[in-house]
């Protein structure tokens, strides 16, 4: 009968947890040393889990957290949307992530010296990533641009919500210009006066999904995410009438589960859309520009000036925009000294590995000396 009792009591712990996204992949690295739970928050140290049923607060393994800070390649620091293993409210281990977004750390776009060293993990375990942009000030499909360049290099999939609709006195001529950069990519119009685009946006709610927001401060997330749960859960706060920006009223992130049966992670607003990695991300946001390229005669061409080139061609006859094409370059060349960047850190910790281990041999090769000489 207790067996009947405990088997049951599995079954529902296990159901809520795939409904919090729970799956194979997390169950193939759960080794029995803690109970499973997912992290909703994170504040100075201290991490807010949750197991469906229940949520706590634990603390992080002093193990954990230096192999961590060591860099050790089989440990990871805990950040929004993990899954973790947890004994007496202590985490004893990060399980492998399936996907992460993250960007540079904040500050370091534009700054060279430092562009490659400092990686931001906004969340992990993604199925979807909502680009959001207001219908006032804050569009600008440049901007877009690096958003889908960012989220491609993360291998996420993107979702491009503009919200605001109601401010603007024609919303769908905003739609076309976000359809002529972001191919196949789903766009939903979002306005204060009715729901119609809200509901559009539950499709990517379902239980066992989580989907986080990005966007510049005053771009309507955290409203979203009130509309979305029905009630206020997120504090708002209004744009700057004389600048067009919002404050950072969302200063932290939270993941929320969704009346709809899913999760959503509310992110601060970012001002800085600054790369950290090079993963065929600017192949992915400008598919056309790459594959106009491939039809060029020209194999030395850089698709800039060259007359005949098949890029400049389409430049000419206005079927793709100088505005996007030079959009296209400078993140390719941002990206490529990332990468170069990262190559020489590489090869530099290798460098010192061995001149460690030159040092090591040395040595042991001088105390034989002396026991020798003795």
């Known amino acids: 009968m207790n067996t009947t009792i405990e088997s049951k009591e599995n079954y529902i712990n296990q159901t ?31 991490f807010h889990l949750s197991q469906g049923d229940e949520d706590f607060q634990a603390t992080i393994s002093g193990k ?26 202590v985490i004893t281990k990060v399980l492998p992530r399936r996907n992460m977004l993250s960007r540079g750390a904040s500050g370091r776009r534009g700054k060279n010296s430092a562009l490659a060293t400092e990686e931001q993990i906004m969340a992990a375990n993604l199925d979807t990533v909502c680009i959001v942009c207001g219908l006032d000030r804050d569009f600008n499909v440049r901007r877009i641009e690096r958003y889908l360049t960012l989220v491609y290099n993360c291998g996420l999939n993107p979702v491009i919500v503009l919200t605001k609709a109601d401010l603007h006195d024609d919303p769908e001529v905003c739609v076309d210009e976000v359809n002529e950069i972001a191919f196949g990519i789903p766009v ?20 066992g999904k989580t989907v986080t927001m990005v966007g510049s401060s005053g771009a309507g997330k955290s409203t979203l995410l009130n509309r979305l749960y029905g009630e206020s859960v997120q504090a708002t706060g209004a744009v700057s009438q004389s600048v067009g920006k919002g404050k950072h009223i969302t200063t932290k992130r939270d993941l929320f589960f969704m009346p709809q049966g899913g999760m959503l992670i509310d992110n601060p607003g970012i001002r800085e859309i600054a790369f950290y990695d090079n ?8 598919a056309d520009i790459e594959n106009l390229a491939k039809e060029c005669r020209f194999s030395d061409c850089n698709h ?29 060349r941002e990206l490529d000294y990332l990468s170069e960047r990262q190559r020489k850190s590489a ?23 002396k026991k020798n000489c003795s």
Not at 279 to 286: I, K, N, P, T, Y
Not at 354 to 359: N, S
Request: hydrophobic letters at 40%; aromatic letters at 8%.
């Open 16 to 46: 809520k947890l795939i409904s919090m996204g729970w799956n194979d992949h997390f169950q193939e690295h759960a080794d029995g040393t803690g109970v499973p739970a997912r992290v909703i928050s994170v504040n100075t140290g201290l």
């Open 64 to 89: 954990v957290r230096y192999r961590a800070i060591s860099k050790d390649s089989e440990s990871l620091y805990p950040v929004i949307g993990d899954w973790v293993l947890v004994q007496d409210m």
């Open 188 to 207: 939903h119009i979002v306005s204060a006066e009715d729901s119609v685009g809200v509901l559009e946006l539950e499709q990517y709610l379902i239980s």
């Open 279 to 286: 993963d065929g991300g600017v192949e992915s946001a400008f």
């Open 304 to 332: 800039m000036h060259k007359f005949g080139c098949r890029v400049m061609e389409d430049v000419a006859n206005g079927e793709l925009s100088r505005e996007r094409l030079e959009s296209y370059y400078k993140m390719k």
């Open 347 to 369: 090869d530099r910790v290798e460098k010192e590995r061995r001149k460690d281990i030159a040092l090591l041999v040395k040595a042991m090769k001088k105390n034989k000396s």
